[in-house]
């Protein structure tokens, strides 16, 4: 089993930067890939980017050049650095983990979700 964590979550004008972390404890040797995703009420969940155990990474296009996914492995805490935030970024914010070399970030479903941590950037 792989418990994660969300923390960093806030309102921040719209411009504006935040950095999420999503501490993950358990049997974390067997990940292959920690990602993020969004979710507005009432809406379909997005894939915002993900980082393998080589530290690869791949973005949703609605992203790309503003956020960066990273991780810290001797500490089990991936991160998301938010900068220029937008309205439209707004949603609640969830760290997930999937033990398959071959998951495919956008196509395949995560074996473990955090509980999430809420993203307010009004206009």
């Known amino acids: 089993q792989v418990q994660l964590q969300e923390s960093g979550g806030g309102s921040v004008q719209s411009g504006g930067s935040l950095r999420l972390s999503c501490v993950y404890s358990?049997?974390?040797?067997?990940?292959?890939?920690t990602a993020w995703f969004r979710q507005e009420p009432g809406e379909e969940r997005e894939g915002v980017g993900a980082i393998d155990s080589d530290g690869r990474t791949t973005y949703a296009d609605s992203v790309k050049g503003r956020f960066t996914i990273s991780q810290d492995n001797a500490k089990n805490t991936l991160y998301l650095q938010m900068n220029s935030l937008k309205p439209d970024d707004t949603a609640r914010y969830f760290c997930?983990?999937?033990?398959?070399?071959?998951?495919?970030?956008?196509?395949?479903?995560?074996?473990?979700w955090g509980q999430g941590t809420q993203v307010t950037s009004p206009h």
């Open positions: 997930a983990a999937a033990l398959g070399r071959f998951w495919r970030f956008g196509e395949d479903e995560p074996n473990y």
């Open positions: 358990g049997y974390t040797r067997a990940l292959w890939h």
